[in-house]
């Protein structure tokens, strides 16, 4: 992904995935084969879109989806059991869809533009202390050991992605977390859902 903008499919879903982490699909529909064949084939990513669920206003796409999403890559696929198609991408940049448009198989295509995050090191800042303690102990849990997430010590916007990833948040959460642009406000956003879920 060198330019800063670029063209690329879209794939919109009711979960989503932030920068660094991973989420497994089981893809079924022609389009979004088709789709998930070119990436390969071109060693190209697209983007996870999450949809909106009480959408109503059909005059603007953002009725549909939000327009802050993830661009992804490919990292395993395979043919499952059931006949599906399995495949396993990986958050890689936050991104602003700026327009859209349909092919003619309905795969829906997005100007995009990447967004480069501002970030700081916040591992010795008081307010922030036990947030990297917690992500600290939680990598080191064999299992999520397993997933080799992409983290960052030294990046707090990589700190609170990978929280906000392995935490059980709703997608709309994780949403929220993206599109802060101030990593102090994703980290604030983060301690408020730890305290309510008892952390």
């Known amino acids: 992904m060198a330019d800063n903008n670029l063209v690329t499919p879209l794939f919109p879903l009711i979960v989503n995935v932030l920068p660094g982490a991973f989420l497994p699909l089981q893809i079924f529909e022609p389009r979004y084969i088709d789709m998930v064949k070119k990436s390969l084939s071109n060693s190209e990513g ?5 949809s909106r669920q009480d959408s109503t206003n059909q005059e603007s796409h953002s009725a549909y989806y939000h327009d802050i999403a993830t661009y992804v890559e490919i990292v395993d696929f395979n043919p499952l059991d059931n006949g599906l198609l399995g ?7 936050k991104i602003i869809i700026e327009d859209t448009w ?3 198989d309905q795969l829906l295509i997005g100007k995009i533009k990447r967004v480069h995050e501002d970030d700081d090191d916040l591992s010795s800042d008081p307010l922030y202390v036990d947030l990297w303690n917690m992500v600290k102990e939680i990598i080191s849990h ?7 997430l992409e983290l960052n010590l030294d990046s ?3 700190v609170g992605y990978i929280l906000a990833s392995v935490l ?12 802060f642009d101030d990593p102090r406000d994703k980290l604030n956003y983060l301690k ?6 008892g952390g």
Do not use: H, M, W, Y
């Open 46 to 50: 697209f983007c996870i879109v999450l």
């Open 87 to 93: 495949i396993t991408v990986q958050g890689k940049q």
């Open 102 to 104: 349909k092919q003619d």
């Open 142 to 148: 064999p299992e999520i050991k397993k997933l080799n």
């Open 156 to 158: 707090a916007v990589s």
């Open 168 to 179: 059980p948040l709703r997608p709309q959460e994780k949403q929220t977390i993206l599109e």
């Open 192 to 197: 408020e859902i730890i305290k309510r879920l």
